[in-house]
C-alpha cells in the first residue's frame, strides 16, 4: 500500500471510530468542512486532493475540539497500524 | 409630438426599472445584514447558554468530584438547545463493577428505541477504553414519558458526549432522535465545548484533592497504629500497611480480610454499627492476636458541616511492649520490696534478740549478732545506691569526673579484693595487665563499682572452672583506646536474653532461677551508664547458654583526651554526664 493510500485508510478510520465514539451527523459535518477530502456517508475517505498530511492534521484538530483525549488516544492507536503515516498531532 | 412622447416613455421605463433594481439590491444588502444579524444573535444566545451551563456546574458541583452531577446539569438543560426525544447516561459504577444508565424519555418512544440508545453507548464506550462492555452488568432506570412499544420510530439521530475525568471515562451522555439529520451544526459543538470545559474543571479539582489524599495517605502510613476507615456502606475507604503487619494479613486487605484475622477476637462489624448509633465513644477493648497485644480503639467521623457521621475509624495499638514494661515495673517493684525486706527482717530480729538476752550473751555472740546488723544494713545502703545511680543515669544527671590514671592498677587492686569470694567457689581468678599499658582517663571510684560489678556476676554465675579479666591498648576505627575484658566460664548467655541485659529492671531470668543469685539486676545497667558517660563502650560474646561469657569494656587513652583537651581547652580533670554523652 502506498503511503497516500495509507493516510486514506487511516482517516478513513479515525473517521468511523469517531462515528461510532461522538455520533456520526457531527463527526461527518467536522470532516467534510477539512479542505480537499471527499467522505462519504459511512465515513469513507474517498478522495483527498490536497497534501494529505495536511488534511489529516486538520481533521485531528477538527475531532480534538470535541473530545479532545479520545481523538488523541484513538490517532495514537491507528498511527501503530499505520507505521508509515506521520502526523503532527502525535 | 410622438418623439416627444416616445422619449417620455422611455425615460419613465427605465426609471422604473432603475427603481425597482435600486429597490431589489436594497432588499438583498438588507436581507445579507438580517442574515448576519441572525447569526450573530445566534451565536450570543449559543455563549449564553455556554456560560450559563458552566455557571451552574461550578455552582453545583462546589467542591464536589461527582460526575453524575455534571451529566446531570447538561442532560437537563439539553432542551433550550436542540431537540431530542432521549437524552440519557451512563456512569461506571467501579466500586460495584458495573454500569449504570439513565434514560430520560421526552417524546415517547419505544423500547426498541432505548436498547438502540443503549447498544449505541455501549459501543462508544468500548471504542473509547479498548475492552468490550457489552456484556458487562448493568443498571437502567427509565424517566420522563412512558414508552410507547407500538411506536416504531428508530434512532435516526444522536450524538455521544464522553466525559472524561483525569484521563479516565467516567461517563457518557447520548442525546437521540426520531428525526433525522440533527446533531450536525454549531449548537452541538457547544455541548462539546461544555463537556470539556467541565471535565477538566473537575479533573483540576480532582487534581488537587489527589495530592490532599496522597498527604493524607502518608500520614496515615507513617502511623505507628494499625489503622482502618469504612464508611456508611461499611466499605473500607482507609487501610495502613501498619495493620497487616499486626494482623498478620497481606497488605491492601479487603473488609472481609480484616474481618477474618479479627475472627473470634473483635466484631468489627458490630463495633463499627454501634458506633454509628450511640453518640458516646465506644469503650477501648484489649485482644490478643498473634502474641500481642491491641488496643482497639473506635471512633465516629462526623462530617461537621452537615453534622452527620461519614465513617467509622478503627485504630489498633500495640500495647504489647507498654503490658511487659508495666509487667516488670511490678515485678521490679516486687523484687526490691523483698530485697529490702529480707536484711530488714535480719535486722530486726536480731535487734529483738539483742534486746531480750543481750545481758545473757558472750561477748563473741554478741559481735557475731552485730555483724549481721552491719551486712545487712551494708546489703540494703548498696541496694539504695543502685537504685539512686539508676535515677541518676535515666535522668541525664550520672556524673563522672574522668582524670589520667593507671587502670591496670585499679583492676589489680579489684582482683585482690575478689579473690577470696573465688577462692570459696573454688574459682581460678587471673588477671593479664599488658605490659607498658598507657594511662587511661577514667572515673576510679566509678571504674572500680563497673569492676565489682562485672568480678561479681562473673563469680556468681560460674560454678566451676576460672575467671580471666585482660587488659590492653586496641586500635578501632583509627580510635586508640583501652580494652578491658572479664570473661568466666560460667552460666553463659542465650542471644534473647542478652537483648535485654543492659536494660533496667532486667535481671536474667536464669540468674533468678539459681536460687543462691540474687540482686537487683541493676548492675549491668549501672556498668553500660558509667562506661559510656567515661566515653567508653561496653558490650558482652557469649557462646550460649552454658559456654560461658566474655563481657568487655573501653576507656579512652589519656594521651588522647589530653591532646584533644589542649585543642579543646580542657583541664586535667573533666566531668563527664549522661546527658552529655547522650547528645554528644
Redesign the interface.
Known amino acids: 500500500m502506498s503511503t497516500e493510500e495509507d493516510y486514506r485508510a487511516l482517516m478513513t478510520d479515525l473517521i468511523k471510530?469517531q462515528m461510532?465514539?461522538?455520533?456520526p451527523?457531527?463527526v461527518?459535518?467536522k470532516a467534510r468542512k477539512v479542505s480537499g477530502l471527499t467522505v462519504l456517508n459511512d465515513g469513507t475517505v474517498q478522495k483527498v486532493s490536497v497534501d494529505p498530511g495536511q488534511a489529516l492534521g486538520e481533521l485531528t484538530n477538527a475531532f480534538m475540539?470535541?473530545?479532545?483525549?479520545?481523538a488523541q488516544?484513538?490517532l495514537d492507536?491507528l498511527l501503530e497500524k499505520y507505521p508509515g503515516v506521520k502526523s503532527s498531532n502525535s | 409630438m410622438d418623439l416627444t412622447i416616445g422619449l417620455a416613455a422611455i425615460i419613465t421605463t427605465v426609471s422604473a426599472i432603475s427603481g425597482v433594481l435600486g429597490y431589489l439590491l436594497m432588499r438583498a444588502k438588507f436581507i445579507h445584514e438580517l442574515a448576519l444579524s441572525n447569526k450573530k444573535e445566534e451565536e450570543l444566545a449559543r455563549r449564553a447558554y455556554e456560560t450559563a451551563i458552566l455557571k451552574e456546574i461550578g455552582d453545583r458541583i462546589g467542591y464536589s468530584l461527582d460526575a453524575v452531577k455534571i451529566i446531570e446539569i447538561i442532560s437537563n438543560s439539553l432542551g433550550k438547545l436542540l431537540p431530542y426525544s432521549t437524552v440519557s447516561h451512563m456512569i461506571f459504577d467501579k466500586l460495584k463493577d458495573k454500569i449504570n444508565f439513565t434514560y430520560v424519555v421526552n417524546e415517547s418512544v419505544s423500547r426498541n428505541f432505548i436498547n438502540d440508545v443503549k447498544n449505541k453507548m455501549l459501543l462508544a464506550a468500548s471504542e473509547m477504553v479498548q475492552k468490550s462492555l457489552l456484556e458487562s452488568e448493568i443498571d437502567e432506570s427509565i424517566e420522563g414519558s412512558i414508552l410507547d412499544d407500538q411506536s416504531n420510530e428508530t434512532v435516526r439521530s444522536f450524538c455521544n458526549l464522553p466525559i472524561i475525568i483525569s484521563g479516565t471515562l467516567a461517563g457518557i451522555i447520548n442525546v437521540a432522535s426520531t428525526q433525522k439529520d440533527l446533531y450536525r451544526d454549531e449548537n452541538t459543538e457547544v455541548l462539546y465545548r461544555i463537556a470539556q470545559q467541565a471535565s477538566e474543571a473537575v479533573s483540576k479539582l480532582q487534581e488537587v484533592l489527589e495530592n490532599e489524599k496522597s498527604r493524607l495517605s502518608q500520614a496515615v502510613e507513617s502511623l505507628s497504629d494499625g489503622l482502618l476507615m469504612v464508611d456508611t456502606n461499611y466499605h473500607l475507604v482507609l487501610v495502613n500497611k501498619k495493620l497487616s503487619q499486626l494482623l498478620g494479613i497481606l497488605p491492601n486487605p479487603s473488609l472481609f480480610d480484616v474481618a477474618n484475622a479479627l475472627s473470634g477476637k473483635f466484631d468489627l462489624r458490630s463495633a463499627v454499627e454501634e458506633a454509628y448509633t450511640t453518640d458516646e465513644n465506644l469503650p477501648n477493648a484489649e485482644i490478643t492476636i498473634k502474641d500481642k497485644t491491641l488496643q482497639v480503639v473506635t471512633l465516629k467521623v462526623i462530617d461537621k458541616k452537615r453534622s452527620k457521621p461519614v465513617g467509622v475509624v478503627v485504630l489498633f495499638r500495640d500495647i504489647t511492649d507498654a503490658k511487659s514494661l508495666e509487667k516488670l515495673r511490678q515485678d521490679f517493684t516486687s523484687m526490691i520490696v523483698h530485697e529490702l525486706r529480707t536484711p530488714l527482717t535480719h535486722i530486726k530480729s536480731t535487734t529483738q534478740l539483742l534486746r531480750e538476752d543481750c545481758p545473757k550473751m558472750q561477748k563473741d555472740q554478741l559481735f557475731g549478732h552485730l555483724l549481721t546488723i552491719d551486712s545487712s544494713s551494708q546489703a540494703m545502703l548498696e541496694l539504695i545506691g543502685d537504685l539512686l545511680d539508676v535515677a541518676k543515669i535515666e535522668s541525664g544527671k550520672f556524673d563522672v569526673i574522668c582524670e589520667s590514671g593507671d587502670l591496670g592498677e585499679v583492676i589489680v587492686e579489684r582482683i585482690e579484693s575478689f579473690r577470696s569470694q573465688a577462692q570459696a567457689k573454688n574459682l581460678n581468678l587471673s588477671v593479664q595487665i599488658e605490659e607498658g599499658l598507657p594511662k587511661a582517663y577514667f572515673d576510679k571510684i566509678r571504674i572500680k563499682q563497673v569492676l565489682n560489678n562485672l568480678l561479681s556476676n562473673a563469680i556468681k554465675y560460674t560454678q566451676t572452672g576460672e575467671i580471666r579479666v585482660k587488659a590492653i591498648p586496641e586500635i578501632t576505627g583509627g580510635k586508640r583506646d583501652i580494652l578491658v575484658s572479664v570473661a568466666d566460664t560460667g552460666i553463659g548467655i542465650d542471644p534473647e536474653e542478652g537483648e535485654k541485659l543492659f536494660s533496667t529492671f532486667e535481671q536474667l531470668e536464669r540468674g533468678r532461677k539459681i536460687s543462691a543469685v540474687k540482686g537487683s539486676g541493676l548492675g549491668l545497667y549501672i556498668v553500660k551508664g558509667i562506661v559510656e558517660a567515661s566515653g567508653g563502650r561496653v558490650w558482652f560474646e557469649s557462646a550460649g547458654a552454658g559456654l560461658g561469657s566474655t563481657f568487655y569494656f573501653t576507656l579512652p587513652l589519656a594521651e588522647v583526651v589530653s591532646a584533644k583537651g589542649t585543642e579543646g581547652d580542657m583541664s586535667d580533670s573533666t566531668s563527664f554526664s549522661t546527658q552529655k554523652i547522650a547528645h554528644g
Not at chain 1, 461510532?20 to 455520533?23: D, N
Not at chain 1, 475540539?65 to 479520545?70: A, D, Y
Request: avoid cysteine.
Open positions: 471510530k461510532i465514539m461522538l455520533g451527523n457531527l461527518l459535518s475540539t470535541l473530545s479532545g483525549q479520545i488516544m484513538t492507536t
